[in-house]
């Protein structure tokens, strides 16, 4: 049986005035299950009580003969638990934007899900209201080719900012970026906490250097598992719950986050 385990962080802010605000974020599930019908991730998930959950990319398999009722059946089931917000992956992405390779599945997939009250966020930006406290989300939805090793320029916090416009100086930001490889462009752009994904953690963690190699292939990623702290803006990323083409996790579990968002201690009300 599959297994993973819970990783718990905080992120105090300023902008946060009342009351802390938990967040569950899911990464990279690959439709992988988790217990049968993934009753053990959901049970963790319902266990913790969290404010909103958030969808840090692909949820999905993007192959053309992949089901999607995996994923359908557990956004069917968390959206009874919080409000869920939903960034797009890489496998999302390809999906949506070749239909005519990958088939149609993947569309109907979305629309299905926006029925249930998933918010897709594809370069725009949410606000919610969780126990007095009005906060973004942002989803980030670059071009394909910044996932590619060439073909695209790094991308920018100018580029985000042209995608998404600039983060708000007075509610509390959240950013859903998939790839962690831009991670310094993130924290530049300015959200209080971006979650990320797609690295699975480096697949194979060594004490000391980290995660050895991302799923394309990338020596040593610098952001591919933890949380990152600069100027007071944070980068959560996550290893992942699932795998796909290279189903390999040494010293490397995987894992759900829970984030708990709080007044920052000691600054005036």
Known sequence: MKKFKTTFYRVESEKIKKQSIKMAVVSDLHNVQLGKKNEDLLGRIRTELPDVILIAGDLVLGKPSASFENAFCFLKEIVQVAPVFYGLGNHEQRMKEKPEVYGRGYLEFEQQARSLG??????ETKELEVRGEKILISGLVPPYGY?????????KSEEIQRLLGKPSQNQFQVLLAHTPKYGDSYLEWGSDVTFSGHYHGGMVRIPVLGGVISPDFRLFPRYCRGQFIRDGKQLIVSAGLGEHTIPLRIFNPRELIIVECSPKKNSEK
């Open 118 to 123: 998933v918010v897709f966020l594809e370069n």
């Open 147 to 155: 996932y590619k090793k060439s073909g695209c320029d790094f991308l």
